[in-house]
């Protein structure tokens, strides 16, 4: 395995290339200029129609010569990506931007410190709760922007004004991440992940694939972004799997009248990740658990579970074989009285916001970050950035590609059918790195469950002090 990961790293830097620069704003004229310059037959009036049709295009983005932006971004797995797009997008307008990226840390704590040094970046990728905070005060009004009504009034996040004020990054969901090649190598049968309808189920099968050879079926993470962030919210996300009950569940959360102890989907979640922690490959040292290590396991077949998301496909690809089929399933769980829908959906939504900065960019500046995000949303080779490059599900309704792997494929699918428990906007900016460390110490064995549960309801009290 450790042969692959070096071979992978290698390959990855050996593809590395450069992008030319070719500003076209119309979804034809790409095709329309290869044609022209393939086929001598092409009239000349076709050569003068397609001349002036990327005349036309060219135009459409702004001339930002003298112009130099930041982006802060959130999304480490997609550094190299965001880099050279900015790069692509420099050389049709002029401008300069600087995409930084952070890998540690709560993007609320690096949003919060940019501005306390009045050095905020002009394009801020923040988690929702991050730009719901700010934005009103802080962000710039998107609502006129065109791809608004294409997708971004919806997944955007909106002030209480009534003005959109962050472009939706991407479509994200959580769930299990799941190896079926490996799982029917392992059981030599074909197996279908919606046999899977509740803990039970999962544990069965959990047990048939040792019973065959697979040792430590399952792969957990130890970081506290995707233990709180990711696993505990959906506690939150699926009491009924509305919105509204949700931020009523973390008000009275606030105000200590939960008993999580007693609570139908704390109960069951934690029941799963109890199963979770048995069958762990990272079991003997569950805090020492390494992140490319267990993509690399699920993707070569040492694991069949993983709890994550779409999202991990930058890593899991650096080490899949061709004709593995992976996807994405709920996390089964026992106990669904209260909400019979968390065996057939997933939690997700637009998992990062990008809002413009008025505070510390003047106009220039937050007019080049619009171009940017007008080209991310409306240009071919914007659209190819999020799809192809950077491998995620668009938010906007006129991007109809397919995902381009197969775990954004399986969200897209999910989020087709109406099967996605939407994520609120207002969770604590502290949420995932506050109660992620007492989730990791019960990870450890260092607190029992009924003191993991006390702890967190001291979280949320303390919040309302």
Known sequence: MKTKKLLAILITMGMITGMTACG????????????????????????TENQETTESTDSARGDFSDVSITMLNTKSEIESQLEAAAEKWSEETG??????????????????ARYAAKNAPTLIMGDPQ?????????????SDESWAANGGTQYGISGTDGNLYSFPFCIEGRGMVYNKTAIEDTLGEDWDPSSVTNMDDFEALLEKLVENGMES??????EDWSNAGHYFTQVYEEQDGTLATTEKFMEDLKAGSVDLMSNERFTSLMDTYDLLMKYNINKADPLAADYDEN?????EGDVAFWFNGNWAWAEISDYIEDGTEIGIMPVPQNSTEGDANVNDYICGGATKQVMIDKECNDEEQQAAAKDFLDWLANTDEGNSVLIDDCSLVP???????????????????FTVDGKLFDQPSNYPGDHWS????????????????????????????????
């Open 434 to 465: 506050e109660v992620g460390a007492i989730m990791q110490k019960y990870l450890g064995g260092q607190i029992d469950r009924a003191e993991f549960a006390k702890e967190v309801q001291d979280y949320w009290t303390g919040i309302a002090e």
């Open 130 to 142: 991050d730009v719901a905070s700010i934005c009103e005060e802080k962000g710039v009004d998107l």
């Open 217 to 222: 079926p399952v792969a957990l993470n130890q």
């Open 395 to 413: 938010a906007f309704s006129n991007i109809t590609a397919e995902a381009t792997n197969m775990l954004g494929q399986s969200v897209q699918q």
């Open 24 to 47: 076209q704003n119309n979804s034809n004229s790409t095709d329309e200029n290869a044609k022209s310059e393939d086929t001598t037959e092409n009239s000349s009036t076709d050569s």
């Open 95 to 112: 401008a300069k931007l600087e995409v930084y990226t952070i890998g540690s840390g709560t993007p609320s704590q690096e949003i919060s």
């Open 295 to 299: 993509a690399a396991d699920l993707a």
